[in-house]
């Protein structure tokens, strides 16, 4: 497998309206401005939105050579019509719900789910494919998931397949007893809490798995110079604890020179088996910022050493000072 990702992807969960609604301009101008700024890699699923950020990433992306991107999508939600809509998703997106999700992980379901994947983007491919979420269903996933995905890789219909997830345990799982390409962690190596390090990321340098860091804001919590309570952490209202170390590594980054978005872009990226960084944007102004802060030059080497010796940060997590 050979994907060029990029040191930085746009994960596009916020245009399927994730968190607050924006319109289709709005959600164009948001992939353009990371295009701009050499993004090429973008991460989408159907779950986001209902279908909405997939239909609008393939919008905002049929102006440029299908050859000048890499983008992944997700199976294990398949979207289904909903016969008793309430007006509005019960997830965190601001959509009606005219459609539903029925999880399923058979092959049945990943085929049609792809399928559908494409139709809703306007593209004949997709480059990566990648079982989501499959925590609670992890069996199902192992069984009849993974083994449809490795067939669809073997005909040449998709050039990568992998697993993306917010629970370490699960992508240990995959990455122990399959043949993926790429694991997605999400929020699992952050400047907030690092369990990945554990045991996943040593397994996939071992094994040569490409790694693929999302959720690096842990939800929005890290997004923004000084965290505060109106921030989600993991999609859920930040407790206080979360609370208080995130405004502790924030106070640090201020007293170095760096701000706790740039600190948190740039130490996602600092472990040396992690092959990208791939960081949503609530617009494009966020989109444009992201990239510059990835792009731009590293915080002080100090400000890693300052975190470790407050207790702020684990001792062992390597850092981009440590790469430099």
Same mark, same amino acid.
């Given at each position: 497998?050979?994907?060029?990702?990029?040191?930085?992807?746009?994960?596009?969960?916020?245009?399927?309206?994730?968190?607050?609604?924006?319109?289709?301009?709005?959600?164009?101008?948001?992939?353009?401005?990371?295009?701009?700024?050499?993004?090429?890699?973008?991460?989408?699923?159907?779950?986001?939105?209902?279908?909405?950020?997939?239909?609008?990433?393939?919008?905002?992306?049929?102006?440029?050579?299908?050859?000048?991107?890499?983008?992944?999508?997700?199976?294990?939600?398949?979207?289904?019509?909903?016969?008793?809509?309430?007006?509005?998703?019960?997830?965190?997106?601001?959509?009606?719900?005219?459609?539903?999700?029925?999880?399923?992980?058979?092959?049945?379901?990943?085929?049609?789910?792809?399928?559908?994947?494409?139709?809703?983007?306007?593209?004949?491919?997709?480059?990566?494919?990648?079982?989501?979420?499959?925590?609670?269903?992890?069996? %199902?996933?192992?069984? =009849?998931?993974? $083994? &449809?995905?490795?067939?669809?890789? @073997?005909? !040449?219909?998709?050039?990568?397949?992998? /697993?993306?997830?917010?629970?370490?345990?699960?992508?240990?799982?995959?990455?122990?007893?399959?043949?993926?390409?790429?694991?997605?962690?999400?929020?699992?190596?952050?400047?907030?809490?690092?369990?990945?390090?554990?045991?996943?990321?040593?397994?996939?340098?071992?094994?040569?798995?490409?790694?693929?860091?999302?959720?690096?804001?842990?939800?929005?919590?890290?997004?923004?110079?000084?965290?505060?309570?109106?921030?989600?952490?993991?999609?859920?209202?930040?407790?206080?604890?979360?609370?208080?170390?995130?405004?502790?590594?924030?106070?640090?980054? %201020?007293?170095?020179? =760096?701000?706790? $978005? &740039?600190?948190?872009?740039?130490? @996602?990226? !600092?472990?040396?088996?992690?092959?990208? /960084?791939?960081?949503?944007?609530?617009?494009?102004?966020?989109?444009?910022?992201?990239?510059?802060?990835?792009?731009?030059?590293?915080?002080?080497?100090?400000?890693?050493?300052?975190?470790?010796?407050?207790?702020?940060?684990?001792?062992?997590?390597?850092?981009?000072?440590?790469?430099?």
């Amino acid at each position: 497998m050979t994907l060029d990702f990029g040191r930085l992807g746009l994960g596009c969960a916020q245009l399927g309206n994730l968190y607050q609604a924006i319109d289709d301009d709005g959600a164009a101008a948001t992939v353009e401005a990371a295009w701009a700024a050499g993004v090429r890699y973008f991460d989408t699923a159907p779950h986001y939105g209902l279908g909405l950020s997939e239909r609008r990433l393939g919008a905002a992306l049929h102006k440029h050579h299908r050859d000048e991107y890499v983008v992944s999508t997700k199976v294990g939600r398949l979207l289904v019509p909903n016969p008793s809509p309430t007006g509005h998703d019960e997830e965190l997106f601001d959509v009606p719900d005219t459609y539903r999700r029925v999880w399923d992980f058979s092959a049945d379901g990943v085929r049609r789910s792809l399928a559908d994947s494409l139709e809703r983007l306007g593209l004949d491919r997709v480059d990566l494919v990648l079982i989501h979420d499959p925590e609670g269903r992890a069996d %199902e996933a192992l069984d =009849t998931g993974y $083994p &449809a995905l490795e067939q669809l890789r @073997a005909e !040449g219909v998709v050039r990568a397949i992998g /697993v993306g997830s917010m629970d370490a345990d699960v992508l240990t799982r995959f990455a122990t007893g399959t043949d993926v390409d790429v694991i997605m962690t999400a929020g699992r190596y952050t400047l907030l809490e690092q369990p990945a390090l554990d045991s996943l990321l040593p397994l996939c340098s071992r094994r040569g798995i490409t790694v693929l860091n999302a959720a690096v804001f842990n939800g929005g919590l890290l997004a923004e110079d000084r965290p505060h309570r109106s921030l989600l952490y993991n999609y859920r209202n930040s407790p206080d604890a979360v609370l208080e170390l995130a405004s502790a590594i924030a106070a640090l980054c %201020e007293r170095h020179g =760096t701000t706790l $978005p &740039a600190a948190a872009l740039h130490f @996602a990226g !600092g472990h040396p088996v992690i092959s990208a /960084v791939v960081a949503g944007a609530q617009g494009a102004e966020q989109s444009s910022r992201n990239a510059a802060l990835a792009f731009g030059p590293p915080p002080p080497a100090a400000l890693w050493a300052d975190l470790k010796d407050n207790g702020l940060l684990r001792p062992d997590a390597p850092t981009p000072g440590d790469a430099a």
